[in-house]
């Protein structure tokens, strides 16, 4: 017992900077958002003694708000156009790197320097390249005579706001898959393709019955880290949409790009509802949870198949 004590206290300091950043910066803020779900804020001046206790009543409320469930509605959206989008071109990359092209170490780095960049920047950037008028896509468009997109751009239009939102998300983060699947695609032995050229594999077979199966962990993981960013998405809404535009639900305007990350933004910083907003945290984050195991029981079955 002694020398166990004497072991732990030798290690405290090493691990102490870890704990107090821990504890500090990430065990608080999660348990006193659980303690905040459970509470009405009644002076914001005053978060621990101003507060008037609500029970569940903020998630029944949330339960019940249309626009939560719209909300939620947007984010699923964006989940199911950016996560197979970006797991696509990231592993379209990988490929396309792996074949040996000349200057392989300036694509790599040119394919992969947009996902260093802040997404506040890049989204403003492609709200120039989005605006009606004298946006750069839309004078193509316009050359090609296309000419839908003059007036209200490709952010305007309640049809093409969340694609043209996705597309810069996908854009930028397909660097970071990329930089995975081409780790995970050097790592398989190049005797499993030559043994599959000997038996008359093609490109195909190879890709569909070796390179896709050994790169699963990898699909996972991006999987689970685009569920999560779909799930957290907003500066690139707050920059070039600001949840916009409006689509009438139901004799309710509700925003085409209105997802979750935003309505919890307006409820904390705008409305103040600061306990109606951590329960829609909490919410967001049992949903996350649900999404990656069910991620992981697919994967999990189809290779027990």
């Known amino acids: 017992m002694q020398t166990s004590l004497r072991k732990a206290a030798e290690v405290l300091p090493f691990v102490a900077p870890f704990l107090i950043i821990f504890l500090g910066f990430i065990a608080f803020p999660v348990f006193y958002s659980i303690f905040l779900s459970t509470h009405k804020v009644t002076s914001l001046y005053d978060v621990f003694g101003g507060l008037k206790f609500v029970g569940l009543g903020n998630f029944f409320r949330l339960f019940q708000d249309r ?15 950016s996560i ?6 990231s592993l379209a990359l990988a490929l396309l790197l792996r074949r040996g092209l000349k200057a392989l170490s300036f694509f790599r780095a040119l394919f992969f320097m947009p996902y260093v960049l802040d997404l506040l920047v890049v989204s403003i950037v492609w709200t120039l390249i989005y605006a009606p008028h004298f946006g750069v896509l839309v004078r193509l468009f316009e050359f090609l005579g296309v000419h839908t997109f003059t007036q209200q751009g490709f952010l305007g239009r309640a049809t093409t706001a969340m694609p043209a939102v996705v597309l810069v998300n996908v854009l930028k983060g397909s660097g970071f898959g990329m930089i995975l699947y081409l780790a995970a695609i050097h790592s398989i032995p190049d005797s499993v393709f030559e043994a599959a050229d000997l038996d008359g594999a093609g490109w195909w077979d190879k890709l569909r019955h070796i390179t896709l199966p050994l790169l699963k962990p990898i699909t996972f993981f991006l999987a689970v880290v685009g569920t999560i960013g779909a799930l957290n998405a907003f500066v690139e809404v707050y920059a070039m949409t600001e949840g916009g535009p409006n689509v009438d639900i139901g004799g309710k305007a509700l925003g085409a790009t209105w997802v979750t990350g935003y309505y919890l933004y307006r409820t904390f910083y705008v409305d103040l509802r600061l306990g109606y907003a951590a329960a829609m945290s909490i919410v967001l984050l049992v949903v996350c949870i649900l999404i990656s195991l069910g991620y992981r029981r697919f994967l999990g079955a189809r290779d027990e198949g």
């Open 67 to 81: 626009v939560f469930w719209w909300s939620l509605l947007m984010t699923l959206y964006y989940g199911a156009l």
């Open 84 to 89: 197979p989008a970006g797991i696509a071109v």
